[in-house]
């Protein structure tokens, strides 16, 4: 089993270690969930209390030309778009994941016409399939629902030519499997429908490339650091773009917003998914984190975090072997099958998150009974990863999990 000291020297020799430097990270704290909310970085203060002082302060209205509020969607989705292999003029940003969900649905279903049918996945995010299912109620279609486990209808059972789009998550949210993006948009579109991806749990973790995907979402507080309910991302094909409608109109979007006119007519190109006014100041905390961002190697960080998850991997099941913890793999072991994150199931999985919080190790719990661990492979090193699997194969052990305390549920789990 590789040791603490080895873990030291590969931190040592890691190409993407500066970036550390650039995240406030709390002493004593191994923080495995930045696939919940990244870690702050240390420059997105003083980019906020710049907007705030300065751009608001002081410039007031005039920021929305001078500070280029205005374009913000537009400018920010431009920079976001090379993390999932898109181009300028592709990518939107703004709104939430689940908004945006609801924009690239209803607008994919128009393009073909005649089908029915919206495929999505059983273990998809929540979000996604209470937004299909409200489309569907809504617009009087179908769902039909595919899944990972054994057993489960797969993709290739659920397409015909009744099918009019597929969302799907490109990282599974419980256990880390990845898909195939190449792969599935093929098969989605060799059966003539429309493919939606949501990257929630890829972009900044690993490359991404959107290739002939439709439509892809994605939020930016997670991996990508952007802070809590940060504007999420929207992915529209440039080929769709001046056929597709924006189910939710508003004056952003429109073709000359400040002539008001009395109806909608929609800007060109991935301008018409904008609606309301950019929330400015989320915009700033997210372009803070982009600076860093424009500066990653992502092939180094994917080769980073296939690292840490796999050492991860090989010491749980050294310290904290199934046979005695009751401890269960359910991330793939496959290195290119996952995303970063590794995912356990134990039936006492929640108070074990608890009891590993206490001692400095943040995890997270998912029904049913998974404890998860994210790998932002942006800051974390070796030694964490080291550190939070010794303390989790001590936790397994002595059983602090069993006190009460732990067991009482937290609004957020």
Same mark, same amino acid.
Not at 87 to 106: C, E
Not at 134 to 145: L, P
Not at 167 to 194: P, Q
């Given at each position: 089993?590789?040791?603490?000291?080895?873990?030291?020297? =590969?931190?040592?020799?890691?190409?993407?270690?500066?970036?550390?430097?650039?995240?406030?990270?709390?002493?004593?704290?191994?923080?495995?969930?930045?696939?919940?909310?990244?870690?702050?970085?240390?420059?997105?203060?003083?980019?906020?209390?710049?907007?705030?002082?300065?751009?608001?302060?002081?410039? =007031?209205?005039?920021?929305?030309?001078?500070?280029?509020?205005?374009?913000?969607?537009?400018?920010?989705?431009?920079?976001?778009?090379? %993390?999932?292999?898109?181009?300028?003029?592709?990518? $939107?940003?703004?709104?939430?994941?689940?908004?945006?969900?609801?924009?690239?649905?209803?607008?994919?279903?128009?393009?073909?016409?005649?089908?029915?049918?919206?495929?999505?996945?059983?273990?998809?995010?929540?979000?996604?399939?209470?937004?299909?299912?409200? $489309?569907?109620?809504?617009?009087?279609?179908?769902?039909?629902?595919?899944?990972?486990?054994?057993?489960?209808?797969?993709?290739?059972?659920? =397409?015909?030519?009744?099918?009019?789009?597929?969302?799907?998550?490109?990282?599974?949210?419980?256990?880390?499997?990845?898909?195939?993006?190449?792969?599935?948009?093929?098969?989605?579109?060799?059966?003539?429908?429309?493919?939606?991806?949501? %990257?929630?749990?890829?972009?900044?973790?690993?490359?991404?490339?959107?290739?002939?995907?439709?439509? &892809?979402?994605?939020?930016?507080?997670?991996?990508?650091?952007?802070?809590?309910?940060?504007?999420?991302?929207?992915?529209?094909?440039?080929?769709?773009?001046?056929?597709?409608?924006?189910?939710?109109?508003?004056?952003?979007?429109?073709?000359?917003?400040?002539?008001?006119?009395?109806?909608?007519?929609?800007?060109?190109?991935?301008?018409?998914? &904008?609606?309301?006014?950019?929330?400015?100041?989320?915009?700033?905390?997210?372009?803070?984190?982009?600076? $860093?961002?424009?500066?990653?190697?992502?092939?180094?960080?994917?080769?980073?975090? %296939?690292?840490?998850?796999?050492?991860?991997?090989?010491?749980?099941?050294?310290?904290?072997?199934?046979?005695?913890?009751? %401890?269960?793999?359910?991330?793939?072991?496959?290195?290119?099958?996952?995303?970063?994150?590794?995912?356990?199931?134990?039936?006492?999985?929640?108070?074990?998150?608890?009891?590993?919080?206490?001692?400095?190790?943040?995890?997270?719990?998912?029904?049913?009974?998974?404890?998860?661990?994210?790998?932002?492979?942006?800051?974390?090193?070796?030694?964490?990863?080291?550190?939070?699997?010794?303390?989790?194969?001590?936790?397994?052990?002595?059983?602090?999990?069993?006190?009460?305390?732990?067991?009482?549920?937290?609004?957020?789990?």
């Amino acid at each position: 089993m590789i040791t603490r000291a080895e873990c030291e020297s =590969l931190d040592d020799k890691d190409p993407l270690r500066a970036f550390r430097d650039e995240f406030r990270l709390p002493p004593g704290v191994v923080y495995l969930l930045g696939n919940s909310l990244g870690a702050l970085p240390k420059r997105t203060p003083e980019r906020v209390a710049h907007t705030v002082e300065t751009e608001w302060g002081r410039d =007031l209205t005039a920021s929305w030309n001078k500070a280029g509020w205005w374009d913000l969607p537009q400018t920010t989705g431009d920079r976001i778009a090379p %993390l999932i292999g898109a181009g300028p003029g592709q990518v $939107i940003a703004g709104d939430s994941t689940s908004v945006n969900i609801f924009k690239a649905v209803s607008a994919a279903l128009p393009l073909r016409p005649g089908r029915r049918v919206i495929v999505s996945d059983l273990d998809n995010f929540s979000t996604d399939r209470y937004v299909v299912e409200g $489309i569907a109620k809504t617009m009087g279609y179908e769902v039909r629902e595919i899944g990972w486990g054994e057993g489960a209808p797969g993709l290739d059972e659920a =397409l015909g030519d009744d099918v009019a789009c597929v969302l799907l998550s490109h990282v599974d949210y419980r256990t880390g499997a990845r898909h195939d993006m190449a792969s599935v948009t093929a098969r989605v579109h060799a059966a003539g429908a429309i493919m939606i991806w949501d %990257l929630c749990h890829s972009a900044g973790a690993m490359p991404v490339d959107v290739g002939e995907a439709d439509f &892809a979402v994605g939020c930016t507080y997670k991996y990508l650091n952007g802070g809590p309910g940060a504007p999420a991302y929207l992915y529209v094909a440039p080929r769709h773009q001046e056929v597709v409608q924006n189910a939710i109109c508003g004056w952003h979007g429109h073709a000359a917003p400040f002539a008001f006119e009395p109806y909608y007519r929609p800007a060109a190109g991935v301008r018409r998914f &904008a609606t309301g006014s950019p929330p400015v100041l989320a915009y700033a905390a997210l372009n803070a984190s982009l600076d $860093i961002w424009e500066r990653v190697d992502l092939e180094r960080l994917r080769e980073k975090s %296939l690292a840490l998850t796999s050492l991860f991997i090989e010491l749980v099941d050294e310290l904290a072997p199934a046979s005695s913890s009751g %401890l269960t793999l359910v991330t793939p072991r496959d290195p290119e099958r996952r995303g970063s994150q590794v995912s356990y199931r134990h039936p006492e999985g929640y108070p074990i998150v608890r009891a590993l919080a206490d001692r400095g190790v943040i995890a997270d719990y998912r029904e049913p009974e998974l404890v998860r661990f994210g790998f932002a492979a942006l800051y974390l090193r070796h030694v964490d990863v080291y550190d939070a699997a010794t303390a989790l194969a001590e936790v397994i052990e002595s059983e602090p999990w069993r006190d009460e305390r732990y067991r009482q549920r937290l609004t957020v789990t």
